[in-house]
Structure formats: structure tokens, C-alpha cells
């Protein structure tokens, strides 16, 4: 919130405190210096900004006071070069904490006080001091030294600071992802994942891993979080002696049905039914009703990006028609709520070794306004998934084949990247197995065929085959009702969705139910699927609390 309106507030005190301290940050990192305003040159605008941190548990942690400049007053050549700086992946956190789990590597998470006010600016930035906490000569402007969050080349600044210390400590960024840096300390992998200011440090000996820290804490100052337990908006478990993590968002999910008003409501099994079509004809929402579809869709995307595999598919419909919402996609969109609401507690469980698996799918022409297919894919490493994901196909497949086709080409650009940043976090560097259940889809990627069905395909959907030829990937037939990926491609019934969440890695995290009674692939030495001779049968826990109500859609 603006200061003005945080004056207003009861915890006004705390705000003042937390401001008072964003401004003696600015002048102890010296952000800038006064001088007179140049003839010609003008100021950029800035505001004061105040906020409650909160927690774990959704109580207010701490109390933040950033000074910001407003990033719509800057002109691109004048006042900036280049703005781009990475983030690392959200492929990349699992993979690093899958890592972790199994491994048993040591852990630590850090938080960078004022990262930005770190890096150096390069162009001539005029500001004027906070009003109100202002030092010195108030007829002078600040020229900056250092960047200031909301500047458009402020993350620039801070990477390039930061990948300056860590090379001076020999470290380097992966050819992954250049947000994941390693280097070698004590003679033992030290592995850097940088997310903006907050940073986790993991490596197979707390020696190393604390002399990696040293020189992190001697170059900024650093908030040693130590075992991180909430990491992101992500609460991470992390049992090093039993070799477990788990990664989920419990209190996310409940401050999402609080601000739609749906905590009360009663949950539902699946999220979303087998029946259900959406299209775009239907009764549109209004525009307050409209502007609350788009501000539900975001804060799930959030949520099936980051531990959520089991709502992505729903959510990818409901990401379609946030320009022109109806009354239909509204409801799934609550359906998918109320069925967060039943499985709350649900996290990703990584801990057991095993190689990068893959799995690859499509629904033949499921989109009703276009008739075009869905593609979906899934990777699993170390006991859960590390990457998935589902896109409507850019063209409309002539044939099922086709569309399986189209579908693995996406997955094995995938599996290409994601074979590369195992390999960098010490994995093996054998083919990824990536399971496919179209015979005819694995027949053109072993062949290269030419009949009339498959001659119009574009030439850069051939991509799979070379990755086959070159044994980057190996594709390996599997039955449909073994398909992981199904789950993100199309709506399943209760029980085949329960057993590709399962297979996905989820599990509930309050009740430490770990795939019990469901069929979950499990993976051999040499990567093929071994059912182990499972009946299939879903799990016990039903996704929604014993005695629901059937009658609870009236409520929400």
C-alpha cells in the first residue's frame, strides 16, 4: 500500500519503523549522492511503499517500508540499456530439491536485505528523497549510485552484481539455467539457486555449504534463514535423516478460497468433471464479475505452476476465455476451488532415487471452438514430478497420430533440457525413457515416413525424431491406463484421476499418505514400466470430507 493510506492503518507505528529503516538502508548502501539538479535533466518519479510480510501460517511476520522509483517515467535509451536479467525456473527449484531429498545434501536458505540497492547504475538517474525522511539539503536531487526497486535495469544491476562475487568464488552459472549457479568448495558441489533476493544453498556437506555462505554474507547484507521451510509462497518439509521432501502450498490454498469467499464451502472429488464442455458462447460475467474470473485464474496459475500438477489442465481451459468470461467458466473456476478446498494439505513428496522419466499425451481435438488438440507432458525425478505441463497445439492435427506426434515434439524439447540440468546436478547422462501410448505417433518417430497422412507435417514437428536418432530420448509404449500425463490433457473420472496424481507425486502432506493403494509406475534400472502386478484400485481418501453435503454447489 502507499504510505499515505498506511498512516491510516493502526500498526501506523510499525510502518513508520520499517520505513525508517528502508531509508537508513538507502543512505548506508549509498544508493545515491546529493547534487544539484543538471539543466535539462529531469527527476524520476518515486513512492514510498509499505506492506505486511507474512508467514507460514499467514500471520504478519514483519513490517516492509520500500522506497521505489515508478518504472512508467523512464525512457528506454535514456535512462536505460538493457533491462532483461533472469529467474530461475520453477523446473529447476524441483529438480534441485528433488536433488536434496534423495541425496541427503545439506540446505539453507538466504534472504538478501535491499538486494537491489546492490547493483551499481550505469545511466544518470535523478531522484528527490523520501518526503518526510528527508537528510541534508532538501534543495538537492539524488543522483544514483546504486539501483532502486522499480527502476527498469534495477534486477539487471543485481544479477550482474551477484554473478560477479560468486565467479570471484569460483562458481559459474549452468548452461541449464543461469540462475543456478555451482562451484566447488571444501571439495565438495556447492549449488547456488538464485530467485531475485532469496537464494538456496545446497550441497552434500554443511561445510561446504557454509563457506559458500561466508562469502555471500562478507559481499551483502544476508537474513540466514537456515533449513528453509517456506520458500517462495511454498512450504518445503525437509526430512534429510529419512531422505524425504515435500513441497506445497496449504496456506496459499487457504488465503485463495478466503479472498473469493469459498473457505467455507464444501470440497468436491475432482477438478473439474468429465462432462463439463467450455466454449466461448455463453452468458458473459459483468465487468466487476470479470475482473474477479481473471484475478482467480492468475492466483491458480500460481498454484498449478508451482506444486499443483493436478489442477493445471482445468486451469489452462479456464486461462482461455479470461477476456470474455461467462457464467459457465465462472462456476468451473469455483469447482476448482472447492476442490482445492478438499485437498488443501496435498503436496509434492520427492525422496527416492531413480532415473528422469518421461511422459507424453494428447487429447485429439478437446477444444470445442477450435478443434484443436491438447498436448501434455510430465517428467518425473526422484519420486514426483520436476516439470509439466499443457498447451493447446498452435495447428489442428489431421489424425489422433498426428496429434501424439506434435504432442512428444513438445515433450522432447523438454526432456532435451531437463536431461541437461540432471546431468549438471550430478545425475546420469543416459537417454531419457519418455512414455508414449500411440503406436502410430512412436512409428514416426523411429521412421521416417512420408504417406499421405503424415506428408503435410511441418518440418520443425520432426525435432523428436533426431532426438530418438541421436538417443537423447528413448520412447517406450505404454498403456493407456498407465498414461501419467492424462490426467493433464484431458477431465478424467474419480478413480483414473487419482491414480495419475498419484503416479504425479502428490500426496497429502497432513496425513503422510504416500500412494497407498494406487497404481503408481514404478521405474526399473533401465527405465521401463513395471506395474508390479497392482490391481489399479484408487486409493482410500476420496478428496472430499466424509458427510459433504451433495447439495453444497447452492452455497458456493
Given amino acids: 500500500m502507499l504510505i499515505h493510506k498506511a498512516r491510516d492503518e493502526g500498526d501506523w507505528e510499525w510502518f513508520d519503523e520499517a520505513v525508517r529503516a528502508e531509508v537508513a538502508s538507502l543512505w548506508r548502501n549509498s544508493t545515491w549522492e546529493l547534487v544539484d539538479l543538471p539543466v535539462g535533466a529531469k527527476v524520476t518519479g518515486t513512492q514510498m511503499l509499505c506492506e505486511r510480510k507474512r508467514g507460514a501460517d499467514g500471520s504478519v511476520s514483519h513490517y516492509k517500508g520500500r522506497y521505489v522509483a515508478l518504472g512508467d517515467t523512464p525512457v528506454h535509451l535514456v535512462d536505460y540499456g538493457e533491462a532483461w536479467a533472469p529467474v530461475a525456473r520453477h523446473s529447476t527449484l524441483r529438480a534441485v530439491l528433488s536433488a536434496t531429498a534423495w541425496r541427503g545434501w545439506a540446505l539453507c ?38 539501483a532502486l526497486y522499480g527502476l527498469k535495469q534495477a534486477s539487471r544491476a543485481w544479477y550482474k552484481k551477484l554473478t560477479a562475487i560468486l565467479r570471484a568464488a569460483g562458481m559459474r552459472a549452468t548452461d541449464s539455467d543461469p540462475c543456478l549457479f555451482v562451484g566447488t568448495f571444501d571439495g565438495v558441489r556447492v549449488y547456488v539457486l538464485v ?93 466487476l464479475m470479470a475482473t474477479k474470473y481473471q484475478e482467480a485464474v492468475g492466483a491458480l496459475l500460481y498454484l498449478a505452476t508451482c506444486t499443483r500438477p493436478d489442477i493445471s489442465y482445468t486451469v489452462g481451459k479456464l486461462s482461455r476465455h479470461v477476456s470474455a468470461p461467462t457464467q459457465a467458466h465462472w462456476a468451473a473456476g469455483k469447482a476448482v476451488m472447492r476442490y482445492l478446498k478438499g485437498t488443501r494439505t496435498w503436496c509434492l513428496t520427492h525422496g527416492s532415487e531413480g532415473p528422469l522419466v518421461g511422459y507424453s499425451d494428447a487429447d485429439y ?192
Avoid at 207 to 225: E, H, I, P, Q, S
Avoid at 445 to 467: A, G, L, Q
Avoid at 528 to 538: E, F, K, M, N, R
Wanted: hydrophobic share 40%.
Fill in 109 to 146: 536458505q538466504l534472504d538478501v536485505e535491499t538486494a537491489f540497492l546492490n547493483g551499481v547504475v550505469e545511466e544518470e538517474v535523478y531522484v528527490r528523497q523520501p518526503s518526510g525522511y528527508e537528510r541534508g539539503d532538501r534543495g538537492k536531487v539524488c543522483r544514483l549510485l546504486k
Fill in 195 to 287: 530467485y531475485v533476493d532469496d537464494l538456496l544453498l545446497a550441497g552434500a556437506s554443511g561445510t561446504a555449504v557454509n563457506m559458500c555462505k561466508k562469502v555471500l554474507t562478507n559481499a551483502f547484507t544476508v537474513r540466514d534463514m537456515g533449513l528453509p521451510t517456506y520458500f517462495l509462497g511454498m512450504h518445503v518439509d525437509h526430512d534429510r535423516a529419512a531422505g524425504k521432501l515435500s513441497l506445497g502450498q496449504r496456506q496459499y490454498v487457504t488465503t485463495i478460497l478466503e479472498r473469493f469467499a469459498l473457505a467455507d464451502c464444501n470440497p468436491v472429488r475432482l477438478p473439474m468433471g468429465v462432462g463439463v464442455v467450455m466454449q466461448r458462447e455463453g452468458a458473459t460475467l459483468g465487468v
Fill in 365 to 556: 481435438a478437446g477444444d470445442i471452438d477450435t478443434r484443436r488438440s491438447t498436448a501434455g507432458q510430465a517428467f518425473l525425478w526422484g519420486g514426483a514430478a520436476i516439470s509439466w505441463g499443457c498447451k493447446i497445439q498452435a495447428t489442428v492435427a489431421a489424425s489422433t497420430t498426428e496429434a501424439e506426434y506434435v504432442a512428444a515434439v513438445m515433450a522432447a524439447k523438454e526432456a532435451f533440457w531437463l536431461r541437461r540440468l540432471v546431468r549438471e546436478l550430478g545425475g546420469d547422462d543416459k537417454p531419457v525413457v519418455m512414455h508414449c501410448d500411440s503406436q502410430g505417433a512412436m512409428a514416426m518417430m523411429h521412421n521416417p515416413t512420408n504417406s499421405n497422412r503424415t506428408k503435410h507435417i511441418h518440418v520443425t514437428h520432426h525435432f523428436v525424431r533426431e532426438c530418438v536418432e541421436t538417443a537423447a530420448i528413448s520412447v517406450t509404449q505404454v498403456g493407456t491406463a498407465d498414461m501419467v500425463a492424462d490426467c493433464l490433457t484431458k477431465a478424467l473420472p474419480t478413480d483414473a484421476f487419482n491414480k495419475c496424481r498419484a503416479a504425479l507425486g502428490l500426496t497429502d502432506g497432513e496425513a503422510d499418505a504416500a500412494r497407498v493403494g494406487v497404481l503408481a509406475p514404478v521405474h526399473k534400472a533401465d527405465g521401463a514400466l513395471d506395474t508390479g502386478g497392482s490391481d489399479g484400485q484408487a486409493g482410500a481418501r476420496a478428496d472430499v470430507a466424509p458427510g459433504a453435503a451433495t447439495t453444497a454447489a447452492a452455497q458456493c
